[in-house]
């Protein structure tokens, strides 16, 4: 029996035996290798990569950059044609003006208007003093001829201007009510006037920007992504022409959801880059992902039907990168790193 142990043969056995076992024990963390410290490679560098696009059509008249150069806030990437859009800025100008004008026509009526009764009004009033006249005069009259000094001549002269001066009044009356009404007229008219004129200056703005709209700037700081459009390249709202990658980068780590009992927001994390030779970088937990992967998929898997494996689903943490560190500057979004999280760690303080 002890020969049968020291043969070679066997001794080689039981240590593969014990191997086997030992790594089986490493590859599901059982003791002695339980470890706090949990590990994935499905981890990438992301980032906010902004896909630059016109808003107006046009023919592209200048491409003052080129693949992969680092830009600033403001700087020019595309222009596009803007003869026609400085026409429309004109054109809309114009036409502001004339609005403008008619707007300035109606106050010029207001006061015209205004006139008119002030007009109307004095003239009823020297109607309404002959009417005052010609009514003593009958009055006069009447009692004259009721006294039997009056003659019928007289009499009815005085009647017919008494009645002239009554119908004189009504129709400088009827005048002050037409020129009120006339007035009333050019102030409610006013009002569609201002909104022709807020409009007129709504349709500026809008060429202006348009105009505007033919420059196509970078909105951070950054680098580009390759420059797909061409000098004379007929483009349209939408025309993806370059990519622009700011510097605000960080980690998205895949972890399955058995590794995530114990991770805590703020927790330091440690990962490696691959296209840095694995170089060893640090950060922190930022937040995780509010379901898992498989919940944002395009087309979700039916579970209830069929034969079932149950397959460990994968969530996304975010690991926001420390400032400070060498070599930071050379990370860029897509890039694979190996993500370790030590679930024992302490979280700091956000």
Known sequence: MLKAL???STIITLIAGVA????ALYAWRLPPFATSVETTDNAYVRGMVTMMSPQVSGYVVEVPVKDY?????GDLLVRID??????????????LAAQKATLANSHQQELSAKANIAAAEAQLQGSQAAEKRAELAWNRIQNLNE???ASTSEV??????????????????AAVDVAQQSLQTIIVNRASLEAAVSGAEATVELAKIDLGNTRIVSPRDGHLGEVGVRLGQYVTAGTQLVAVVPQDLWVVANFKETQLDGMQIGQPVTFTVDALRGTELKGHIERFSPAAGSEFSVIKADNATGNFTKIAQRVGVRVSIDPGQEQVERLTPGLSVIVRVDK???PSAP
């Open 6 to 8: 020291r043969s070679p």
């Open 20 to 23: 086997g076992v030992f790594l």
């Open 69 to 73: 150069q680092a830009v600033k806030q």
């Open 82 to 95: 803007d003869r026609t859009y400085v026409q429309k800025v004109a054109q809309a100008e114009a036409s």
């Open 147 to 149: 006294r039997s000094i």
């Open 156 to 173: 009815e002269a005085a009647r017919a201007t008494l009645d002239q001066a009554k119908a004189t009044v009504a129709q400088h009356q």
């Open 344 to 346: 024992a760690a302490a």
